[in-house]
């Protein structure tokens, strides 16, 4: 079992920026793609982004491709979320999680909450004007 933990939250305004940080700990994740999601108020969880497990391959939600980066460095069992040209829509709880198998490639089902097994407890995020 991994455990993780999500920093970096926090205030930011319209067009910041903010770098979201995920630890885990307990075993490597280095074999293992990793994720963000969201959950704003009154809405259900969704998906945010993807890392395959060497870095190789990523995939984002339309509504935050060309503003977010995923990254990782397997060295310090870290990954990242890089947001930048925060909106108002980007407020929400951020939870980082790690696939529940190894060494997959991403796909469609990449986005589905189901692939993950290991969840952080979240960090908030709020954008203001």
């Known amino acids: 079992q991994v455990q993780l933990v999500e920093s970096g939250g926090g205030l930011a305004q319209v067009g910041g920026s903010l770098r979201l940080s995920c630890a885990a700990s307990?075993?490597?994740?280095?074999?293992?793609?990793m994720a963000w999601f969201r959950q704003a108020p009154g809405k259900e969880r969704e998906f945010v982004a993807a890392i395959m497990w060497n870095g190789g391959r990523t995939h984002y939600t339309e509504s935050v491709k060309g503003r977010f980066t995923i990254s990782r460095d397997n060295a310090k069992n870290t990954v990242f979320l890089q947001m930048n040209s925060l909106k108002l829509e980007d407020t929400a709880v951020y939870y980082c999680?790690?696939?529940?198998?190894?060494?997959?490639?991403?796909?469609?089902?990449?986005?589905?909450?189901?692939?993950?097994?290991?969840w952080g407890q979240g960090t908030q995020v709020t954008v203001s004007s």
């Open positions: 999680a790690s696939d529940r198998v190894p060494w997959r490639v991403l796909d469609r089902a990449t986005a589905s909450e189901s692939q993950y097994n290991n």
């Open positions: 307990g075993r490597s994740i280095s074999t293992y793609a």
